[in-house]
């Protein structure tokens, strides 16, 4: 049967980011896929990861900044960009901020991610 999804999850996270996830481990317990909108403000950042998921990153409004090991991707809206689990990737809002739509496979999880201290 299908579920409705009347309201996202908010996940609080440091630095001004809102993250309202709509399929995934916290919002519904699906741990195949998760789908989030994220909203960053202009000077976000967060460290670099080496994440156990493939993320589809599709932006709506302002920019993404991928820094990877072979360089540095803006990423405008109307435009997405696809990492792969393994990667080692550092996501930060462009000067306008952002405001997004992740897709992570498996689903996101703090452990998953693999975040650099």
Known sequence: ???????????????????????????????????????????????????????????LAGSVVVEHDGGRLEVPAGQAVLTRAGERVRYSAGPDGADYVAVCLPAFAPDLAQRED
């Open 1 to 59: 049967m299908p579920q409705p999804i009347p309201a996202p999850a908010r996940i609080p996270v440091p630095g001004g980011k809102v993250i309202d996830e709509y399929v995934g481990r916290v919002a519904t317990g699906t741990d195949g896929v998760s789908v989030a909108r994220m909203q960053a403000p202009a000077g976000w950042d967060e460290p670099a990861q080496t994440p156990r998921f493939d993320e589809v990153t599709v932006v």
